[in-house]
């Protein structure tokens, strides 16, 4: 009797993660399986069948210049997008949780930019961009008399100016993270603070900062995959030029198997961003978890 | 009343006879691109529903596919899906991509009569070589185009030259360049002397000064490239020489679509950019422009640009019939007039240019014939087997000659390098 009533909460169960688990595994589990079988095939042309061929793809991911700078510039794109919009978005986040007039609507500003699409965004800053006549250089040229600059066709400066974007788009949603965490701090703490007599800084640090560890942490891991996947603005200002200065590697991926159609040199490719997104995820975790205070 | 039975009885068999015909009509599949202003997508469905009202036992589904990279993106997809369309224009040179995916059939099995034959002879010859190879036609030629220079006459005033008088060749370009560039005591210019867009395809307008050095940078079968051949060389140190050495155009890669306002903004003195822009420039440069073909060197030249018809596998005989019928009709005199005038690619066919419509046109607006002209210098565009691929090793390439990464030689010399490895499987 017993069993049985095991055996259908056993069903019972099975048949409410089912729909879930179609999805989950059509839409994300076949399909990365499949890319890894792929992987290990030459790309099929109309006129010849795709063949085993190993390790031959990876091989040539290895000794190719393109994705070891790809690699790099994602490395750099991270670095540049992850702790700075993280950093403007707590800033931000206390700023706005202060009782100042206007509130709602410098909420609203902080956040607008995740509310526009990518692509449309990348449309105004290839406007801000534009030598001689964008916005940039109308107010730079104006104010100091300096002459046209070319950021977006000057491989010293394309990524940068694709790290400002993403920024610009990223720290408004990080921002709503904080706010929800910042508001869920019990002000009791901060008047305790107070009456033994901390400073500002030190309640920040001390008190609201580790509060914020959880909501770190999430942003963080967000914020890392993001730095994978945010590429748009890429097609729009750049096109991953000037030879490849501003390219990333999804942006690369997306370049060799529907552009150049070597779909399974692109599906090697993608079993590599696979695999280190799932190496950060752990990585993360893991490492970071020790650090994170939960209440 | 006997009236009213009458017009009754007749309205009821035409009912009838209409869905008859709808019944056995031929679907049509046909996907295009639009790579300039908005009139382009109007145009077509107008054309598109005009043949379908003259022609009722056909049905068009125009499909407007985006760009030109959605578009054979897309196309390929349908086809690997099992759904290709019966018909769909893409750029010119992805024939041989479309050949190797074994997506495409030639038109000559659908044009057997002797009429017929002369119509595929009746297309300007540069516009034909992007369309056949291996002695079979592809393509069939449709928006198609070709770089051209457009000065702007009041600042070839202001800078003390003829206005009406264009750079027939490099020297004269530098040479006007130098005069045509503004600069103050800081070195900080406000208006350059020429420019040649760099952004996304450079091999396009660079394909331009490589024909007037004299050389050809693909075979015609396709698997072939010659990008170290010193010529090309030669001109690759000439566009990065513009703007480092005789300092008459902007440093870095120079964006193609701000170009033309570039242009109106008085940034620079003169351009280089498709006819397709033609119309656009008409409607809103604020001041006196001229149109010209490109300067020469050893010999004028210019590559031939553009979308051409294709027919695609998995159509039945009767669909494909009426697919060479439309592609037939569309590409007329007076459709293509149309076409042309709406947007500013050059009409395929040379009977176009007899039609009063672009008579008028023409008369009206005479910088429209310089594209024309042009075609007898103009060769076909960069086009090999794995297209996309080749040519993106060399715009990588051209981008580190301009920005100065590399010298030309050495880029050019690894693109060869490169364009080999991808290209010996076909050869």
């Known amino acids: 009797m017993r069993s049985l009533k095991i055996k259908r909460d056993w069903v019972h169960g099975w048949l409410l993660l089912l729909p879930a688990m179609v999805f989950l595994f059509a839409f994300t589990h076949i399909p990365a399986i499949m890319t890894f079988i792929n992987s290990f095939y030459s790309t099929p042309r109309g006129r010849r069948s795709a063949k085993f061929i190993g390790l031959d793809n990876y091989e040539r991911m290895m000794s190719d210049p393109v994705f070891w700078k790809v690699l790099w510039n994602n490395l750099w794109f991270a670095i540049g997008t992850i702790p700075v919009s993280i950093a403007l978005a707590i800033v931000m986040a206390l700023w706005v949780n202060e009782r100042l007039a206007g509130r709602g609507f410098v909420r609203m500003a902080y956040f607008t930019p995740t509310v526009l699409p990518l692509i449309a965004v990348a449309n105004i800053w290839l406007f801000f961009y534009t030598p001689g006549f964008g916005l940039f250089d109308q107010i730079t040229g104006s104010l100091f008399g300096w002459s046209a600059s070319n950021y977006l066709g000057d491989p010293a400066t394309a990524l940068n100016a694709i790290i400002i974007v993403t920024v610009w788009k990223e720290a408004g949603f990080f921002m709503i993270f904080y706010l929800a965490a910042l508001q869920a701090i019990p002000v009791s703490l901060k008047e305790a603070a107070q009456i033994e007599g901390a400073g500002r800084w030190t309640i920040f640090w001390r008190i609201t900062f580790p509060l914020l560890m959880p909501t770190t942490l999430f942003v963080c891991i967000n914020a890392v995959i993001n730095s994978f996947r945010l590429v748009d603005h890429i097609f729009i200002l750049t096109d991953g030029g000037p030879d490849n200065a501003s390219a990333l590697l999804l942006f690369y991926i997306f370049e060799v198997a529907f552009r150049f159609w070597e779909t399974a040199y692109g599906a090697t490719l993608t079993v590599a961003l696979l695999a280190l997104l799932s190496l950060l995820a752990i990585g993360q975790f893991f490492l970071f978890d020790r650090k994170v205070h939960y209440k | 009343m006997l009236k009213s039975t009458l017009l009754k009885a007749v309205a009821a068999t035409a009912l009838s006879f209409s869905t008859w015909a709808s019944a056995h009509a031929v679907d049509l599949q046909f996907y295009f691109p639009v ?55 893409i750029l010119s040179v992805d024939m041989y991509t479309l050949i190797d995916e074994d997506l495409i059939i030639p038109f000559d099995d659908y044009l057997t009569s002797d009429e017929d034959k002369a119509w595929v002879e009746g297309f300007y010859p540069a516009f034909m070589e992007n369309s056949q190879t291996g002695g079979k036609t592809y393509g069939i030629p449709f928006q198609r185009s070709t770089p051209v220079l457009y000065w702007n006459k009041e600042a070839f005033k202001e800078a003390g030259l003829d206005p009406d008088v264009a750079p027939a060749n490099w020297d004269e370009m530098v040479e ?17 002397g020429v420019r040649i867009p760099s952004s996304g395809f450079p091999y396009w307008l660079f394909q331009g000064l490589t024909t007037q050095n004299d050389v050809i940078l693909a075979n015609s079968e396709g698997n072939k490239t010659n990008f170290d051949d010193p010529k090309v060389v030669e001109a690759l140190q000439f566009l990065v020489d513009l703007s480092q050495k005789h300092e008459v155009m902007a440093p870095g890669i120079i964006e193609w679509g701000a170009t033309p306002k570039a242009f109106f903004e008085g940034q620079t003195a003169m351009m280089w950019t498709s006819t397709g822009n033609l119309t656009n420039v008409r409607n809103n440069a604020p001041f006196e422009f001229g149109v010209a073909m490109l300067p020469a060197n050893k010999r004028r030249g210019a590559p031939t640009g553009g979308g051409n018809f294709y027919l695609f596998k998995g159509a039945s005989e009767e669909q494909t019939q009426a697919a060479v019928d439309f592609v037939q009709w569309i590409t007329a005199p007076e459709q293509a007039a149309k076409w042309s005038i709406a947007t500013g690619y050059v009409a395929p066919r040379p009977a176009t240019w007899d039609t009063e419509t672009m008579k008028a046109y023409t008369a009206d607006f005479a910088p429209a014939l310089v594209a024309r002209d042009q075609l007898e210098f103009a060769v076909a565009e960069l086009s090999t087997y794995q297209n996309q691929r080749v040519t993106g090793v060399f715009n990588d390439a051209l981008a580190a000659a301009i920005t100065g990464q590399k010298t030309p030689e050495e880029a050019l010399k690894e693109a060869q390098a490169q364009a080999d490895a991808v290209l010996e499987e076909y050869r």
């Open chain 2, 176 to 192: 006007f360049g130098k005069m045509l560039t503004k600069k103050d005591a800081d070195g900080k210019v406000s208006q350059w």
């Open chain 2, 35 to 89: 790579a300039v202003g908005g009139k382009a997508a109007d145009t077509i469905q107008e054309l598109t529903a005009d043949y379908v009202a003259a022609n009722p036992e056909v049905n068009i589904d125009a499909v407007y596919a985006g760009s030109y990279q959605d578009t054979v993106a897309k196309a390929i997809t349908a086809s690997r899906g099992g759904n290709p369309p019966q018909l769909s224009v």
